[in-house]
């Protein structure tokens, strides 16, 4: 909880969102896998209807009961994670650039499912660099400075963006400041 009281004093108030005392008050449901670090797509959506309200946005109604399970595999004899998503996030057609280079036209990664990294269905895994334009909201750009959290979350994010971008400090070394003045971001 101090690291969380020096984040929100570092960056002011104003921009900071309480994602954990969302999260708190679901801490008896499945909002992080058994078997990974990451959230769930159920946690992810705590996550995005914080964001929500702290942006005072309407949160686009995603039904939890509605949640796809995609089949997960576990060779060990004990309750495996399911890795779920919410099928209204494809709703609208995207286009997702990931490294400058390689395109796709999904926020999932599929092939994933049949490897050890199973996270790296949503978003296909970790990069440098990714850019989603979605059709909405013409004029405007979101950009995200991430880590692997994001990956689950983001998809929430598209019905209020024209285009995200996405930088993980991990693996991007280029000017971050020209990056966002090129893609003409107009929300961090």
């Not at 002011?12 to 005392?21: A, K, L, N, P, Q």
């Not at 660099?129 to 979605?134: A, G, K, N, Y």
């Amino acid at each position: 909880m101090r690291l969380l009281a020096k984040v929100k004093e570092s960056v002011g108030e104003e921009h900071y969102i309480d994602v954990y005392s969302a999260l708190q008050e679901h801490a008896g449901e499945p909002i992080y896998y058994r078997t990974d670090h990451h959230w769930t797509s159920l946690g992810a959506y705590y996550g995005f209807l914080a964001w929500a309200d702290n942006m005072g946005k309407f949160p686009y109604p995603y039904n939890t009961a509605g949640m796809k399970t995609l089949q997960s595999r576990i060779n060990v004899a004990w309750t495996k994670d399911r890795i779920q998503y919410f099928p209204e996030t494809e709703k609208k057609p995207v286009s997702v650039t990931y490294d400058f280079a390689d395109t796709a036209d999904s926020l999932y990664a599929p092939e994933y499912l049949e490897t050890k990294n199973q996270y790296g269905f949503f978003l296909n895994d970790n990069h440098a660099f990714i850019e989603i334009h979605t059709g909405y909201n013409p004029g405007k750009t979101l950009f995200v400075i991430k880590d692997s959290y994001a990956n689950s979350f983001v998809p929430f994010l598209i019905p209020y963006y024209q285009q995200i971008v996405m930088i993980d400090p991990r693996y991007y070394y280029d000017d971050v400041e020209q990056l966002m003045t090129q893609r003409g971001v107009t929300d961090v």
